[in-house]
């Protein structure tokens, strides 16, 4: 992020021109120190020489922070005849000026920094309940487990919606058996409509095998218009599932939106737990309750009705009591979890009476009630 953020600084930069060399602050050699932070803060030193127009500083800071994601620009100025790196380039070729003060720091001192406002979430009445599905590691079995908990809340007659929001691996749209980009009417997305819940995903636009090169203003923009150029009609839930950890999608969700709570995935594992743990903090540092803990892949049921711990045990347990919330319930290891997810027919569907699908239908009543 921090890179792209100053690859694009640089490209607008080569767009200010100054008058006096007819060519830009870049292409004159006047730009030293670009930094840029992955909250958005841009930082870099103008070189100014005697001729040159003042205003170019304010030019230079306006063009910066018309940046998409930017939120704080601070320009130091520096006279070019004092500056030793200016030994060259057009900058240093100005005359000196004689006994010149340094210029004014553009901005307020670094002791001071301005506090950068995170966007106020706003509530979405008609979207019902927002829910993210979140895990610390990946391949725990978000999707599988969201994916499930929506269809079941549907059959259960809920109105559900079902939003992914993994930018790295959208898979949703396989899991629920729909393919095709969603049709654009009067300006809003009409999502398509699966086991009776309502979906949209970045899947549906961006292209398979697409490097992952959403960003953090790029991903907030989407989840922003997920949310509301979506025609979803009233929801009772909108269940939103994330990529592993604590990153952009999670951080743009919870800054866009009120959302009732985060159910946190884990499988077994001491390690799985523990990325969990640091996830579910992460919610509850911004004042999103955790609803609970579901674990996943728990045991492996062998011919003989045997329950092999394929993944460990107790992991899910061991969660839930440290959050000091409800373990919601335990999913078996079953192949036909996988099949379904691949063939778009989750497992509540497929197989209803299955172990694994009534723990699903299960964790969705539990969270109903919660
Ligand atoms: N209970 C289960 N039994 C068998 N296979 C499962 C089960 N849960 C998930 N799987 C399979 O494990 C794989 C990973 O699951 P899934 O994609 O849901 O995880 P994820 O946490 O969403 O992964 P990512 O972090 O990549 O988004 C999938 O192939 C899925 O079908
Ligand atoms: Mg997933």
Do not use: C
């Not at 398979?208 to 949310?227: C, E, S, T, Y």
């Amino acid at each position: 992020m921090t890179e792209s953020l100053t690859a694009r600084v640089e490209q607008t930069l080569l767009t200010v021109v100054n008058a006096r060399t007819g060519t830009s602050v870049l292409a004159s050699d006047q730009v030293r120190d670009v930094a840029t932070s992955t909250a958005g803060r841009v930082q870099l030193t103008l070189l100014l020489g005697a001729n040159d127009d003042p205003t170019l500083a304010r030019d230079v800071r306006q063009a910066v922070e018309a940046l998409d994601g930017v939120t704080d620009v601070r320009v130091n100025v520096v006279d070019a005849a004092t500056d030793p790196r200016a030994q060259h380039g057009a900058a240093a070729a100005a005359p000196p000026a004689p006994k010149r003060a340094p210029l004014p720091m553009m901005a307020e001192p670094a002791a001071a920094p301005r506090p950068v406002p995170a966007p106020t979430p706003s509530a979405f009445p008609a979207l019902g309940k927002i829910i993210a599905i979140s895990s610390g590691k990946g391949g725990v079995g978000k999707s599988t487990v969201t994916v499930n908990l929506a269809v079941a809340l549907a059959k259960l007659g809920r109105h559900v919606g079902l939003l992914d929001a993994d930018i790295y691996g959208p898979n949703v749209p396989r899991m629920m058996g729909v393919m095709t980009a969603p049709p654009v009417e009067n300006e809003k997305i009409v999502p398509p409509e699966a086991h009776g819940v309502k979906l949209m995903s970045l899947g549906f636009m961006i292209e398979r095998d697409q490097p992952a090169i959403w960003r953090g203003p790029i991903v907030m923009k989407i989840i922003n218009q997920f949310l509301r150029d979506v025609r979803w009609g009233r929801l009772d839930y909108l269940f939103v599932d994330m990529p592993p950890g604590t990153g952009d999608a999670q951080l743009s969700l919870v800054q866009a939106a009120h959302l009732a709570g985060a159910v946190i995935v884990t499988t077994p594992q001491e390690v799985a737990v523990g990325d969990a743990l640091r996830g579910a903090k992460m919610f509850e540092r911004v004042g999103v309750p955790v609803l609970g803990v579901v674990e996943n892949m728990s045991w492996f049921e062998l011919a003989n009705g045997d329950k092999m711990p394929i993944f460990g045990s107790g992991g899910g347990a061991r969660l839930a009591l440290e959050l000091g919330v409800p373990l919601l319930g335990e999913i078996p290891l079953w192949q036909p979890v996988r099949e379904g997810g691949d063939s778009g027919t989750p497992i509540v569907i497929s197989a209803p009476d299955s172990p694994a699908a009534r723990a699903m239908t299960a964790v969705a009543e539990m969270l109903e009630r919660r």
